[in-house]
């Protein structure tokens, strides 16, 4: 079956440091690729996506790029703000068949940035 | 555009009780998604309605779990009876039939003692 896996955490940076969080998937067919995003005390916010491969999805300076060749879909921003601290979720979407549009969701990676 | 609304927001139950959860979706949103995340992890899909019909339903466990969406809108969640590994927060999404996103609710903390 399908799956996602992303990187150990957590993750803790200081404010203007270069973030990048690892996901790899396993799927068939060619799933579409998310970025979700849980701040403390609220619900999952889609921050970015990419539906085929070598795709650039990008949002308030996050960016990550549907790999194909190596089925990874990795996180990264330039210089992380303390705003930035959430918890990170790398998710694909179902391909086709009955459970099109069904998420597959990898652990959560927990990002922590200090002034 | 209002979101997805859930309720209630949080739970508090002892072991062998029953709980309902609500949700109403995008106005428009077809399909209908009830994930369940325990802490630490990310979310799983317990059933996805497409307007008021199952579409996958096989991660859901039916001996203590039941959902319904009548008339293809909103959808109530229910646990009976609840056991300690319930303990999860209750997510609902929602999706246009021809689009990729889903949109989430904020979710019901719910809390087996």
């Known amino acids: 079956g399908d799956s996602v896996t992303q990187m150990e955490g957590p993750v803790t940076l200081s404010e203007e440091a270069f973030l990048t969080i690892n996901c790899t998937y396993t799927?068939?067919?060619?799933?579409?690729l998310f970025w979700y995003v849980q701040y403390p005390g609220e619900g999952l916010q889609l921050l970015l996506k990419?539906?085929?491969?070598?795709d650039k999805g990008s949002n308030k300076g996050f960016e990550a790029t549907y790999r194909k060749e190596t089925t990874s879909f990795h996180l990264e921003k330039g210089s992380v703000q303390v705003s930035d601290s959430a918890v990170y979720f790398c998710?694909?979407?179902?391909?086709?068949?009955?459970?099109?549009?069904?998420?597959?969701f990898g652990q959560g990676t927990i990002l922590t940035v200090h002034p | 555009e209002a979101g997805v609304a859930q309720s209630p927001r949080y739970k508090i139950i002892e072991k062998r009780q029953s709980v309902a959860f609500w949700c109403n979706p995008i106005?428009?949103?077809?399909?209908l998604y009830w994930y369940q995340q325990i802490l630490g992890q990310g979310p799983k899909l317990l059933i996805q309605?497409?307007?008021?019909?199952?579409?996958?339903d096989s991660q859901l466990p039916k001996d203590r779990f039941s959902a319904e969406r009548l008339k293809g809108v909103d959808s109530t969640l229910k646990i009976q009876p609840a056991k300690l590994e319930d303990s999860a927060v209750y997510l609902c999404?929602?999706?246009?039939?021809?689009?990729?996103?889903?949109?989430f609710g904020p979710g019901t903390r719910l809390t087996v003692l």
């Open positions: 999404a929602s999706r246009l039939s021809s689009g990729h996103e889903q949109f």
């Open positions: 799927a068939t067919g060619y799933p579409s």
């Open positions: 990419a539906t085929k491969a070598d």
């Open positions: 998710a694909l979407s179902s391909a086709g068949g009955t459970s099109y549009g069904k998420l597959t």
């Open positions: 106005s428009g949103h077809a399909t």
């Open positions: 309605f497409q307007n008021n019909g199952v579409v996958d």
